[in-house]
């Protein structure tokens, strides 16, 4: 939808609805073209910002030859960036963790399991093949939780600053790789 502004007033946003209305005993085109004291707005993209900003759209600003939308960026202060800081670590564990997961289960699909529990459950068989597999497969995925819950441990006592992402810690994590390969 097509946004415009007053250039004598700045009121913005308008619309060709609110153009109409105020202007009621106006025959306008059936394309619609307002008169001259209205411009179209051109939409600029909405800046990227981290969990501690908000961004609001501002008053449009000439730029050059045309009207273009603007945007005001905010640091969050205060209880709001309380919040919006354990929002994002509670975001950020829950990712961390659903991708360690994915990591050793795609890990166990590489050998045809379903996942890595369907492998570890394999510890026990009696084809050594499926033991052999399904032991390592208990090993790597204790040592890659237990590795996972002390750095989180860390993070929450304060001894190490929150990741950015997983791709951050996934180094520290346990090699993922079979016996012999």
Same mark, same amino acid.
């Given at each position: 939808?097509?946004?415009?502004?007053?250039?004598?007033?700045?009121?913005?946003?308008?619309?060709?609805?609110?153009?109409?209305?105020?202007?009621?005993?106006?025959?306008?085109?059936?394309?619609?073209?307002?008169?001259?004291?209205?411009?179209?707005?051109?939409?600029?993209?909405?800046?990227?910002?981290?969990?501690?900003?908000?961004?609001?759209?501002?008053?449009?600003?000439?730029?050059?030859?045309?009207? @273009?939308? &603007?945007?005001?960026?905010?640091?969050?202060?205060?209880? #709001?960036?309380? =919040?919006? *800081?354990?929002?994002?670590?509670?975001?950020?564990?829950?990712?961390?963790?659903?991708?360690?997961?994915?990591?050793?289960?795609?890990?166990?699909?590489?050998?045809?399991?379903?996942?890595?529990?369907?492998?570890?459950?394999?510890?026990?068989?009696?084809?050594?093949?499926?033991?052999?597999?399904?032991?390592?497969?208990?090993?790597?995925?204790?040592?890659?939780?237990?590795?996972?819950?002390?750095?989180?441990?860390? @993070?929450? &006592?304060?001894?190490?600053?929150?990741?950015?992402?997983? #791709?951050?810690? =996934?180094? *520290?994590?346990?090699?993922?790789?079979?016996?012999?390969?």
């Amino acid at each position: 939808m097509t946004a415009y502004i007053n250039t004598q007033t700045l009121q913005y946003p308008l619309f060709e609805g609110d153009i109409r209305l105020a202007y009621p005993n106006v025959s306008f085109p059936r394309e619609f073209t307002p008169s001259e004291e209205f411009a179209i707005v051109y939409s600029t993209p909405r800046p990227e910002i981290t969990y501690r900003q908000v961004v609001k759209e501002d008053k449009p600003v000439f730029s050059e030859t045309k009207w @273009v939308q &603007s945007w005001l960026v905010t640091d969050l202060t205060g209880s #709001e960036l309380d =919040e919006a *800081e354990m929002r994002h670590t509670d975001q950020l564990k829950n990712s961390v963790v659903g991708m360690t997961q994915q990591r050793l289960d795609t890990f166990a699909q590489t050998r045809g399991y379903d996942d890595i529990l369907s492998a570890c459950t394999y510890a026990d068989s009696l084809v050594s093949k499926f033991s052999d597999e399904g032991s390592y497969c208990k090993i790597v995925r204790d040592e890659t939780w237990s590795k996972l819950y002390d750095i989180l441990a860390e @993070v929450e &006592s304060g001894t190490r600053p929150l990741p950015e992402s997983y #791709e951050e810690i =996934e180094p *520290e994590l346990p090699e993922l790789k079979w016996p012999n390969e």
